[in-house]
């Protein structure tokens, strides 16, 4: 395990690869949704929470090389190889071939691709909010592929296979992992 399981520390270097805002936003949101599934794995929070967080740490400055700069950069900052496998492996048959291998390593790789669905159907709200976003309104959306097409539902599907959640309670957990982070990510409760 890393010296570097420090959530500040873990934020700063996202922050020092990534400017904007909807990349931090959705680190935030993985992170976010990475601790709840910790809560409900009975496992340790901050380690789930700070892999979430740094996932996409090289995708805004080298997106043709993501998944395998972050390597470098993780080690240079004190990341252990389990750690970096972790990171890494949310690419796994899209940027690279490390696959996912552990429980928590499955549940990023789902929920990687669904946060950018949870998100997107939450900007279609008039309250712009996951506070009540429902789960038939993402699973209604999850069928029609014209909306928020560069979701990749494959990988959603895919990753709730491996990891033995339904799409459904998948869906339903991501989406209580945003609430607990929805004013972070500016996807609270928002006064119009």
């Not at 997107?120 to 029609?144: G, H, I, Q, T, W």
Request: charge should be negative; include cysteine; aromatic fraction near 8%.
């Amino acid at each position: 395990m890393s010296s570097q399981l420090n959530r500040e520390a873990a934020l700063q270097l996202l922050k020092e690869y990534n400017e904007s805002e909807s990349l931090l936003n959705h680190g935030l949101a993985v992170s976010g949704v990475m601790a709840h599934f910790s809560e409900l794995e009975g496992e340790k929070k901050e380690y789930w929470e700070i892999v979430g967080l740094l996932h996409d740490l090289d995708y805004e400055k080298y997106p043709d090389e993501h998944c395998v700069k972050v390597v470098e950069i993780l080690k240079n900052n004190g990341y252990d190889d389990d750690f970096i496998h972790s990171v890494v492996s949310h690419g796994f048959g899209i940027c690279t071939d490390v696959e996912p291998v552990q429980q928590m390593e499955k549940i990023l790789y789902a929920i990687d691709e669904l946060t950018g669905l949870i998100t997107a159907c939450a900007y279609m709200r008039p309250s712009k909010s996951v506070n009540d976003l429902e789960v038939k309104s993402v699973k209604k959306k999850f069928k029609s592929t014209n909306f928020a097409a560069g979701v990749n539902r494959d990988v959603i599907r895919k990753g709730a296979e491996m990891s033995g959640y339904s799409v459904e309670d998948l869906t339903r957990e991501t989406i209580l992992g945003m609430r607990a982070v929805a004013d972070e990510i500016g996807l609270g409760d928002n006064e119009a």
